[in-house]
Structure formats: C-alpha cells, structure tokens
C-alpha cells in the first residue's frame, strides 16, 4: 500500500480570493454600492472586485468582473444589501 502525504497549508486562501461571482462591468457600480454599504454596516472589508473573470473551464470572461472574497463565510447579508439596491 502506498501513502501519499499532502501537506496543507495554515490559512490555504489563495492570494485572488474565493469567487463569488461573475458580473457584467456594466453592474460594477451597484456591487461597488453594496460592497460600501456592508462593509460600513458589519465591518467585514473581506469583498472586494477583480478584473480576470474566468469560466469554469478557465477561458477569460469578455466584458465581465468578479467578486471575491479573502475570507469564505456567509454571505447572506451582502446578497440582501445587492437585491435591495438591485430593485
């Protein structure tokens, strides 16, 4: 029997973020709003915007952004603040 040892890392975020999401840019100011709303109401700077959107199968996203986030937790209340300013 052979055993295979992986080592794992203390903190194994990778330095992008987690994705979130993917959005058209034309979108950016509204989760750019959401994003200062829940950060002044919870005091979690951990969202922030990318600009190298990938598909699931790697291939860039024309004209899109992403979402991420350096911490991987519960969401529920961002998307609560993006649907309210979405309306």
């Known amino acids: 029997m052979k055993i295979?040892?992986?080592e794992v890392e203390e903190?194994?975020?990778?330095?992008?973020?987690?994705?979130?999401t993917n959005f058209s840019?034309?979108?950016l100011p509204l989760y750019q709003k959401a994003i200062e709303i829940y950060e002044a109401a919870f005091g979690d700077n951990t969202l922030f915007i990318g600009n190298d959107p990938r598909?699931?199968?790697?291939?860039?996203v024309d004209y899109s952004?992403?979402?991420?986030?350096?911490?991987?937790k519960d969401r529920s209340k961002f998307w609560n603040i993006f649907r309210i300013l979405e309306k």
């Open 4 to 6: 295979i040892i992986i």
């Open 11 to 20: 903190n194994p975020i990778p330095k992008t973020g987690h994705l979130l």
């Open 25 to 27: 840019s034309s979108k």
């Open 55 to 60: 598909d699931c199968n790697g291939r860039r």
């Open 65 to 72: 952004l992403e979402l991420r986030a350096t911490e991987c």
